[in-house]
């Protein structure tokens, strides 16, 4: 079975830091593209990085590029996403998901999703 588990978010200062972990099971890390996404209250989904199976390279949306760095532990089958600078527009549950393609934003090459992690950014 595979599955996706975020970890990580939690409450965070503006001008803060924080790690976000992605585990996955069932499946080789390095097998599918992973990519990070988040959803704030009362917005759309939008996609934020991802990382691809094939050789690793990575991409970003606008919004965090600079700011956001998604990597990948084949060996603890995790990918991260360290996130800094952030920001209170950054709040939102933030999810993981796999992808049997290159990295994309078309969300819909994303097959298997994890549950999310909220990230709360406030003073």
């Known amino acids: 079975q595979l599955q996706l588990v975020e970890s990580g978010g939690g409450l965070v200062q503006p001008g803060g830091s924080l790690r976000l972990s992605c585990v996955v099971s069932?499946?080789?890390?390095?097998?599918?593209?992973i990519g990070w996404f988040r959803q704030a209250p009362g917005k759309e989904r939008e996609v934020l990085s991802c990382i691809s199976s094939s050789d690793g390279s990575t991409a970003y949306a606008d919004s965090v590029k600079g700011r956001f760095a998604i990597s990948r532990d084949n060996a603890k089958s995790s990918v991260y996403l360290r996130m800094s600078s952030l920001k209170p527009e950054d709040t939102a549950v933030y999810s993981c998901?796999?992808?049997?393609?290159?990295?994309?934003?078309?969300?819909?090459?994303?097959?298997?999703w994890g549950q999310g992690t909220q990230v709360t950014v406030s003073s």
């Open positions: 069932g499946f080789s890390v390095d097998y599918y593209t």
């Open positions: 998901a796999a992808a049997r393609a290159r990295c994309t934003s078309s969300q819909s090459a994303y097959d298997y």
